[in-house]
C-alpha cells in the first residue's frame, strides 16, 4: 500500500495511521474493536478504516455539506460506550450546523509515545481541530497546551478545576485548549442528596482506586464537603478493575450492614456510585447487594430501562457534555470563538434520570421537583416516559 507522503513518513516509523481511504471502502460490520458508530448515525456517516491500521478510522458524511471542508482529529484512550455515545452528539452537532467535515478517529491506548505519533500525523495533515475524548487524552494533551498550533476541545473529561488543569470556570485557559466537564459542582450535588434524604447521615462512595481523576474530581471533593455536614462516609474502592463484580459482591453488603447497624431501615442512607466505568457497568451487582438503601449514580447513564438500573442520577450525561463540545468545535472552526477564551462548558442544573420502578421496589419517595426536571423518566414498568425533556406518546 503506497501512502501521500505524510503518512508514508508515519506508517515507516509504525505509528498511529489515519488512512485516507474512500467513503464506503470498508463495511461498518468491519468497524474497529475499539469504536461503534451509532445505528442512527449510519445513513448519514461512513465508518472507514483500513485493517492494516486498527487503531485509525475515518468518518465521513454520506451528504457532505457545501463550504470549506474541516479536518477534525478525535483523540480516544480506549474502547468505551461512553465515547461512541458523545462521539454521536458530536456528529449531531456538526449536522445541525452543516459544517463540512471529516472526521480522524485515533485509538493511542492510553500511550503517549501513539499520543505523540498521532499529534505528529495530525500537524502533518493539517487538521483544524482535535477533540480529546475522555480525561486520559486530556490529561496527554495538556504537554502540547503551550506548544501545538491546532486548537483542542476536551470531551468526557472531569472537571478542570479540580484537576488544576485551569485556574477557574469562567476565565478561559489562555492556551489551544478550551474545557469541558462531566462533572456537578460537589455542593450542589451533596445539596440534591440532602434533598432527597433530608437526614442523610452515611453515604457509601463507590469507585475504582486506579481511576486517578474520578478520585480527585468526584471522590475526595464529596467526602471533604460531607463530613464537614456531619455525614458518615463509607468507601467501597475496587481495588482491580478486571474483578470489579467480585470485589463488589464482596464490599457492597458490608458497608449495606455497616450502614443499616446504626440506620435500621436505611431512611437516611444512599449508595452513590462515581464516574468509574469498571464500577457503574456492574450496577446489577450492586443492586443485588445493596437491599432497601437507594443506589443513586453520578451517571445519568446508569439509569435506564428495566431492574438493571440505579434509582436515580445526579450528574451530567455524555451526550449534553459532548453537546458543550461540539458547539465549542464550531465555534472555534468558524471563528466566532478564541479556543482560550472560552470558559469552562459546565452543565447547569444538573441532569437527573429517574427509574420509579426501582424506587418502587425499594419505597423510596421522590421529590416533584426532581420529576419536573428529570431529562430521563422510567415509569413503574421501567419502560421510558420521557427522554431529553420530552415526554413520549404511548
Known sequence: MSFPRPLRLFAAASLLLVTLVAPGAFAQDGAPGWFQLKDEFQNRWTLTWDPAQPQTAQLAAKDPADGRLFRVMVLFPKKSSAYDTAMAQILS?????KLNTVFHLAHFEGDDAKGDAAVAWARANRQDLIFSMGSRSTAYMLKWRETLDIPVVTVCSKDPVL??????????????????????????QLAYLKQLKNNLSQLAVLYAVNNRSAVATQVEPLVAAAEEQGIVIHRVAVQDQNRAAEELAREVPKMRDAMLASDPKGENSIFWITGSTSVFREINTINRHAGTIPVLSAIPNVVKAGSESAVLSIGVSFENN??????YGYRILTGQAKTGELPVGV????????NFMKAIEIDLKIPFSFFESAGFVYDHRGVLVRAKGQNLTP
Not at 452537532?93 to 450546523?97: A, G, I, L, M, S
Not at 452543565?347 to 429517574?354: L, T, W
Request: charged residues 20%; proline residues 7%; without cysteine.
Open 93 to 97: 452537532v456538526f449536522d445541525d450546523k
Open 163 to 188: 484537576l488544576g488543569q485551569v485556574a477557574d470556570y469562567d476565565s478561559g485557559s489562555d492556551s489551544n485548549m478550551a474545557f469541558t466537564s462531566l462533572d456537578v459542582p460537589i455542593r450542589s
Open 322 to 327: 459532548a453537546q458543550i463540545a461540539g458547539i
Open 347 to 354: 452543565i447547569s442544573p444538573p441532569d437527573i434520570a429517574i
